[in-house]
């Protein structure tokens, strides 16, 4: 056994992500694994890419190991590192080596360990290297939608959220594609502050033809067209609802977005009286624009389909040839 007991969730929109020059916390929770089709780079365009009216058209392989299970590092069991793919980082390793675990045991590679500063804390294990072994007692209790954890926008040290910055980027993708390439509205609060200037920048002006609208547990709007709903943190499984189509978002940033508002007060007309004393907390929000990650945001775009379509392609290829435009810095 190299690992612990342990229970799968779905992969966090933020596993791929690459955040600056700080030390990151653990991507998953300890006694659980995920799966990511990739290795963190996994779509590379064929060569020579096809053309239609003047477009590329995207076409992609998946390269490096697919399947790969990422656990937490402190469920490793009985592995060893392999000194000569430790060099080369910062403030630990991004393994960019290749497998830098091996069987105790056996002495062959079975793992990537991730801990440098910028990427978050997993151990990736080898899909040929391992198997799963049934254990027994009690199976993971699934939370209902109503138990659904909740993630404020902003870290300890009073900036965005990398993982509000990666989970927004996903949606935004998936937004795009449902949008059609018209314009979207969308409501008024933590929404709008993390999706209007990215629609502002990405989709043409005019009137909105499209309508965004939060729906989900413990929510009773109307919906008629699109819904913003959770993606359940174990199952991935999306919220059901009547919407003519949905757009996921990670269930933890969800959940601040339905049930939170850190809109700033506006003081009243002849302000407060004089005996009275305000005692609330100023509001959780930084002084800055929100970015959505921008990495993120063109590796989620990558693997939808929609992406072959014109309008769509022009996008990708704008946000990738300008990764610093607004609203992605």
């Known amino acids: 056994m190299i690992t612990t007991r342990v229970a799968r969730v779905a992969l966090p929109d933020h596993a791929g992500q690459k955040y600056g020059h700080v030390l990151l916390s653990g991507l998953l929770e300890p006694g659980t694994y995920a799966v990511d089709t990739g290795d963190g780079r996994p779509w590379q365009p064929l060569q020579p890419e096809p053309e239609e009216h003047g477009v590329r058209l995207q076409t992609y392989c998946i390269t490096g190991p697919p399947n790969r299970i990422g656990i937490a590092p402190g469920d ?96 935004l993708a998936h937004l795009l594609v449902v949008s059609g390439g018209k314009r979207v509205s969308v409501p008024d609060g933590p929404v709008a502050e993390a999706f209007r200037r990215a629609i502002d920048s990405l989709l043409p002006p005019g009137p909105p033809e499209r ?80 970015h959505p990650d921008g990495r993120v945001f063109l590796s989620a775009l990558e693997r939808l389909a929609a992406v072959r379509q014109p309008w769509l392609r022009r996008i990708y290829d704008r946000v990738k040839d300008h990764p610093y435009m607004d609203p992605f810095s």
């Open 76 to 171: 490793v069991r009985e592995t060893t590192f392999i000194p000569k793919r430790l060099g080369g980082c910062c403030c630990g390793w991004d393994g960019q080596y290749g497998p830098n675990l091996a069987c105790a045991e056996c002495g062959s590679p079975v793992a990537t360990r991730v801990d440098d500063c910028g990427f978050w804390q997993v151990v990736w294990l080898e899909p040929d290297s391992v198997r799963p072994v049934a254990v027994a007692g009690p199976v993971q209790r699934v939370m209902d939608w109503e138990e659904l954890p909740s993630t404020p926008p902003v870290d300890p040290r009073g900036f965005w959220s990398p993982q509000w910055e990666a989970a927004v980027a996903v949606s």
């Open 211 to 290: 309508h965004l609208v939060l729906a989900g547990p413990g929510l009773s709007a109307a919906i008629t067209d699109i819904a913003l709903v959770p993606r359940h943190p174990q199952t991935g499984e999306v919220w059901p609802c009547e919407a003519d189509v949905v757009v996921p978002l990670a269930a933890d940033v969800w959940t601040y977005m339905a049930f939170n508002d850190d809109r700033r007060l506006v003081p009243a007309a002849y302000g407060m009286p004089a005996d009275v004393r305000r005692d609330d907390p100023p509001p959780l929000l930084p002084h800055t624009l929100f």
